[in-house]
């Protein structure tokens, strides 16, 4: 055992100069005076809750003395695990970074504590501890870069997703180290992955790169739904976090979303037309009629939208009634209607009078949604602003089409949207002449700042 006179010495110098004997100290802790007094023999050591308690009576803050803890009862040539875990927890909930830090230091030279690093980082990620759980993966990744392993992959896939957030480009650089890692993880591991990445080039549209993701999942949807292990193992504790039949569904309209994007509507119209009848889904369980219900929703909706851009601008009052009830609708179902608009010029001023407040909402708080994943909530924010600068610019609204524009070129400037900023730029550039003084201002200073701000991203890329 290491020098632990440090802790001890402390705990000392306050029982004398609050003229305390061991057993006043250990019942203000609500430890046993036989431990306490076995401690400062050193027949034993503290238990991290024992020093929690200490530290409290000493009215020291939380965690003070937690350094020390680890030169004094930590730093061993054998670690030992039974001390650490517990200590590890206690970092995490007080976002003591620095200190699991040291003591992961100390481990990893042994690949022995890897796959109990992994399970404490699992249980972090379980609780958002995410900057933990962060660290722990990364450290467990490293320690097993050579194995090819299916926890490494497993470590890949959550920093994959602990690195997702409004920065686009980012989000791309995360998902590109992950995806050499997919096909380690287990089956059910593969098919959140595969969601996860779809919902991400989603956002990204990139349709190519979703169409082969959307086919790999319905191909594997498939196996997993109809395996015979599947169908034999209800007892089995790991499951995917959706009803299995999701995994086939959603490809579906993904695939869909692909050739809308692409204008083959056909093809959109039948995939489309694909999750709406889910008759060969067999299970009655409550979560599954949910989801079943859920997919017959869009099924209805993106069949509007198909037709909608087909020019049927007969079906808006009927899209907008579908909509209109359902919260977490209205914010895509705006942006379908207004880039609709855009190219087969609907005049939809009646029906953006009607959700005026919730357009406003969106831009200005982009809540999140149980349904879509932030950064598709962030894309769609986007590209709605985009599209009503668009829609009132040419309608000769100026005003409010600058305001929209202004709008879309700060949010994906904060994004690193480039695809966005270069539609404010074009949209700007077409119709600048109608500019006012302040207009002009403000927009060559938001353009400074995307300058400034991909020069600063530029010089420290290898950060990402």
């Known amino acids: 055992m290491n020098n632990s006179t440090s802790i001890l010495e402390r705990v000392n110098s306050f029982i004398l100069q609050e003229n305390l004997c061991l057993s006043k100290i250990a019942k203000k802790a609500e430890v046993n005076a036989g431990t306490l007094s076995s401690i400062f023999n050193r027949n034993k050591i503290f238990t991290i809750d024992q020093l929690d308690r200490i530290t409290a009576v000493m009215n020291l803050p939380e965690g003070h003395l937690y350094d020390q803890y680890i030169v004094d009862y930590l730093n061993e040539s054998s670690p030992n695990w039974r001390r650490i875990r517990p200590f590890l927890y206690r970092c995490a909930d007080l976002d003591k970074l620095d200190c699991i830090k040291k003591v992961v230091s100390l481990l990893m030279e042994n690949l022995m504590y890897a796959p109990l690093l992994f399970d404490v980082a699992e249980d972090f990620f379980q609780t958002q501890k995410f900057a933990a759980a962060r660290f722990l993966y990364e450290s467990v990744a490293e320690s097993e870069k050579q194995q090819h392993s299916e926890r490494l992959a497993l470590c890949k896939y959550r920093l994959f997703n602990l690195s997702l957030g409004n920065d686009q480009i980012k989000n791309q650089h995360a998902a590109i180290q992950f995806e050499p890692y997919l096909e380690r993880l287990d089956e059910i591991d593969q098919l959140e992955a595969l969601k996860d990445l779809a919902n991400l080039y989603r956002s990204l549209r990139d349709w190519d790169k979703l169409e082969v993701l959307a086919k790999r999942m319905e191909e594997k949807g498939k196996a997993y739904y109809f395996s015979k292990s599947r169908s034999h193992s209800k007892d089995k504790i790991k499951k995917t976090s959706r009803p299995a039949f999701v995994y086939i569904a959603f490809p579906y309209l993904l695939l869909g979303a692909v050739y809308e994007a692409r204008k083959q509507r056909d093809l959109a119209l039948h995939f489309n037309s694909l999750y709406a009848d889910l008759d060969w889904v067999k299970e009655k369980d409550e979560e599954t009629l949910y989801w079943k219900s859920l997919f017959k929703e869009w099924s209805v909706a993106n069949i509007f939208v198909s037709k909608l851009f087909l020019g049927d601008v007969s079906i808006l009052p009927d899209y907008v009634v579908y909509f209109e009830s359902k919260d977490h609708e209205i914010l895509v179902a705006l942006l379908n209607i207004v880039e609709a608009a855009n190219q087969h010029y609907y005049n939809v001023d009646d029906i953006l009078q009607q959700f005026a407040s919730n357009i406003s909402n969106y831009l200005e708080n982009q809540e999140e949604s149980p349904f879509y994943s932030s950064h598709i909530i962030s894309d769609v924010t986007i590209n709605l602003s985009n599209e009503l600068a668009e829609y009132y610019l040419r309608n000769e609204k100026y005003e409010v089409g600058y305001t929209y524009l202004l709008i879309c070129l700060e949010k994906s400037s904060k994004n690193r949207d480039k695809s966005g ?42 950060d990402i």
Request: proline share 0%; charged share 35%; with cysteine.
């Open 421 to 462: 900023i270069i539609k404010c730029v074009g949209l700007f550039e077409l119709y600048k002449d109608e500019a006012s003084c302040e207009v002009k201002s403000t927009y060559q200073k938001l353009i400074k700042e995307v300058y400034e701000h991909e020069k600063k991203i530029n010089l420290s890329s290898d």
